[in-house]
């Protein structure tokens, strides 16, 4: 289950998914409940103008257990998204989502 892209300004979007994994094939994970949030993909583009999405964890119960050492994400809000700390891709597009808005670090 996901949602809808959100528009943050400055030509990126984020969009919620959530953990919902079966059970019948993944009996590992019975008594870990499902995540509405878990997780958020970032689409942007790159400094070069190329489409590009990264993703992020959000810092959790869920997440620790099942994904412990990653790194993830506060949830300071997710109406309007505001997250910390700032978001570093892979192509270099860095900044921060503050309020509905992404902020170029």
Not at 12 to 26: E, Q, S, T, V, Y
Request: net charge negative.
């Amino acid at each position: 289950m996901g949602s809808e892209w959100i528009d943050l300004g400055d030509d990126h979007a984020i969009r919620f998914a959530g953990w919902f994994p079966d059970r019948d094939l993944n009996p590992q994970y019975d008594g870990i409940p499902d995540v509405e949030r878990y997780a958020a993909m970032v689409r942007h583009l790159t400094p070069a103008g190329e489409e590009c999405m990264g993703g992020i964890t959000f810092d959790g119960e869920v997440a620790r257990r099942i994904e412990p050492g990653k790194p993830m994400w506060q949830v300071e809000s997710f109406d309007p998204p505001s997250f910390s700390p700032s978001l570093l891709c892979s192509c270099g597009d860095h900044g921060f989502v503050r309020v509905g808005r992404w902020v170029r670090a």
